[in-house]
Structures are given as structure tokens and as C-alpha cells.
């Protein structure tokens, strides 16, 4: 069983029982001005980005950790989607361990992006709408698409790196990968540098935060930490660990220790997509999270009600378990299983000399 760390056993002095008393002091504040917050300092700010039916503001929570000394803007944003929080103590350890006399540049972390759907705990904006489909929203109209708006307009704009934390959605679980463009190198060596389970090829052009940063000339990648309303130690810990890497590539940390190779190499896939069941029913799937497969492989079956099988579902292609179902109750069209699909030979060496030793060593690269 794990057990808290020694530290974590220390008796420490607890902050005011009632919860507002702890955050009163926060400033609040309706856009993101860093030149206006002090260098060598860790800032709290309450971001207004719409109000509610009883006109209060709805504001996201977000630190910011400014250096002395001058350097890039590094962006870093969880529970877009708001029952993902994987991505919200990955933050909490980040900003614990860094020290602002080191750090050259800031980092801004948008610790809730999506603050209606991390209070219903549930994935979409209150409105229903996914606000990582509709980026970079509209001053006007719905009241998801004006907050998606706010939160580009008023925070994520300021960027000029963005990883954007997420995790599979409730009913399914996921491996840790990163999706990213891995035709730009700085996307490439950032996604290696997670040392994800798995780095799938993934351009961006699905009006997701990472597409509009990428519009942007912005350096991106998305990170998909493990499985949903949960904080899982293990890939908390390892995510935390490629934050520190690429912090220190992009020349704002020093290393902590020379970079050496890493024990596994993470999976690379060209592309991916889901396979759908075509019949409504019980579903039971054959694959674990990372599990290779080849072509004609059984994948899932589906019983009835009655426990009879009615339909088997066999890989289309060779591929790679990227997440799956947990859910066993599957309508027509639901999502059986994220399937990756190798990367070519070709491409891997490609990428390899993209991620080599020199290329990672190198400091500024953007």
C-alpha cells in the first residue's frame, strides 16, 4: 500500500476552517497584465471571464510564478474539461518546487480553466458545450463560447509555450500520452521530453486550445494524464518530471542533473482514432492501456441483456491501445477503444534525430 511521504506525516499549521477566509485576499482581476506583477514573486489572481445569472463574476484561479530574470512566458492550463484533474496537483507540485531566483521567465498556470464544469463536476461548460470545440469562442452569443473568448483573449494569448493537461473522459480510462504536432521540432522534443507512454502525431485543426495556439505560431502540446476524477500518484509524478525537462529545454530552469537516456522509449503513433460499436449492448473489452495488437485481433464483444453475444469486434490494423471503456453499457456509436496506429519506420528515425542527445541539450528553442 502506498504510504503519505515523512514530510507529508509533519503536523502543519492549518489555514481558517472557512474556506473563503483562505482566498478573500486574492485580487481579482478581469485580464492577465504581467508586466504589472512583481518579478521574483508568486502572484494569485481570480480572472473574471463572464458572470452568472446573479452577476457575479465567474473567475478562474491562477498563479503566477515571475523571475528575476527575463525569459519566456510558459503556459500551463488544467480542467478545461472540469472533471479532469489529474493536471491540478501536477500544478501544485510545480509551482511548490520552483525557485523564482532560478527561473528565468514566467509560468502562468490557469489551475481551473473550466471553473462551472469543475464545480458540477462534469466535463462540458454549463451550458453543455465543450469548450475545447468551440476555441477561441466569440465576444458574443452563447455564454460558453464568450467565456472560451475571455479565456484566449484575456490569458492564454499572452503565451508563448502552452501544455495543456487533460484526462480521459468519465467511463473510460487512458494511458499517459501526448497528443502534439510533431512536425515542429520544439512540439516534438517537448512531447519526448513528458516521456508519455505513448506520443501520437496529432495536427491541430479542431478549434481546441492547443489549435488556437498553435495558429498562434505558439509552441503546444496537449498531455492526457491517465484516467478521469481521480488524482493518480504515479502519472502525477512523471508528468511533474517532464515539466521539470521542459522547462529546462526551453532555457527557463537549470537541470537539476545532466538529461540521460530513459529506460523506455514512449510508443509513437502517426495517428489515431476510436473504434465505435456498431449495436447497442453490454460491452467487455480484451486490451489493457498500451497493449499492442495486430490486424483480425479480437478487440470487444457485446452481450445483450441476457448475456448472449451479439456482435465481436476485431482490429481493423495493427495498432496500439492509446485508452478504452470502463464503461460496460454501450449504446449504438459509442467508443470502444482509442487505437493507434504505429508510426512508419521512416518517420521514427525522423523523429529520433529531432530528439537526439545534441538536439535536446540545446537551451532557447522555440
Known amino acids: 500500500m502506498n504510504q503519505p ?68 512566458i510558459f503556459g500551463i492550463t488544467a480542467a478545461l474539461h472540469g472533471n479532469e484533474l489529474n493536471g491540478i496537483p501536477v500544478i501544485h507540485q510545480l ?21 462551472p464544469g469543475f464545480l458540477t463536476d462534469r466535463r462540458e461548460f454549463i451550458d453543455g458545450v465543450d469548450l475545447n470545440h468551440i476555441m477561441p469562442g466569440s465576444p458574443t452569443g452563447k455564454m460558453s463560447h464568450v467565456y472560451a473568448h475571455n479565456l484566449v483573449d484575456r490569458i492564454t494569448s499572452h503565451f508563448d509555450y502552452l501544455v495543456d493537461l487533460h484526462t480521459a473522459s468519465p467511463g473510460r480510462v487512458n494511458s499517459l500520452y501526448v497528443r502534439a504536432d510533431l512536425e515542429k521540432p520544439i512540439n516534438a522534443r517537448m512531447a519526448y521530453l513528458l516521456q508519455p507512454q505513448i506520443i501520437v502525431n496529432n495536427p491541430p485543426s479542431d478549434y481546441t486550445l492547443r489549435g488556437v495556439a498553435d495558429e ?21 509524478r512523471k508528468t511533474l518530471q517532464g515539466m521539470h525537462r521542459i522547462l529546462n529545454h526551453v532555457g527557463m530552469l537549470p537541470a537539476r542533473a545532466p538529461l540521460k537516456p530513459f529506460k523506455k522509449e514512449p510508443i509513437l503513433c502517426d495517428r489515431s482514432y476510436w473504434m465505435l460499436t456498431e449495436r447497442g449492448g453490454l460491452m467487455n473489452v480484451f486490451h489493457k492501456v498500451t497493449n499492442k495488437f495486430g490486424k483480425g485481433d479480437l478487440i470487444s464483444q457485446q452481450t445483450n441483456v ?61
Not at 224 to 235: A, K, L, S, V
Open 95 to 115: 509551482l511548490r518546487k520552483i525557485s523564482l531566483r532560478n527561473l528565468r521567465g514566467t509560468i502562468v498556470c490557469v489551475i481551473v480553466a473550466n471553473v
Open 5 to 72: 511521504s515523512e514530510e507529508l506525516r509533519q503536523p502543519i499549521p492549518l489555514l481558517p476552517t472557512n474556506g473563503y477566509e483562505n482566498v478573500k485576499h486574492v485580487k481579482r482581476v478581469d485580464r492577465l497584465e504581467l508586466e504589472n506583477l512583481p518579478r521574483g514573486e508568486f502572484s494569485r489572481r481570480f480572472i473574471e471571464l463572464a458572470e452568472n445569472g446573479m452577476s457575479r463574476p465567474i473567475q478562474v484561479p491562477v498563479v503566477v510564478a515571475r523571475g528575476k530574470k527575463d525569459g519566456p
Open 306 to 366: 441476457f448475456g448472449d453475444v451479439i456482435h465481436q469486434y476485431f482490429a481493423p490494423e495493427d495498432g496500439y491501445v492509446i485508452g478504452h471503456c470502463v464503461n460496460p453499457i454501450g449504446q449504438t456509436g459509442a467508443r470502444i477503444l482509442h487505437l493507434g496506429v504505429p508510426m512508419p519506420a521512416d518517420r521514427i528515425e525522423q523523429f529520433k534525430e529531432t530528439c537526439s542527445p545534441e538536439n535536446l541539450a540545446s537551451k532557447g528553442d522555440v
Open 216 to 236: 498562434a505560431g505558439m509552441p503546444a502540446i496537449t498531455v492526457e494524464i491517465c484516467d478521469p476524477q481521480t488524482f493518480q500518484r504515479d502519472p502525477i
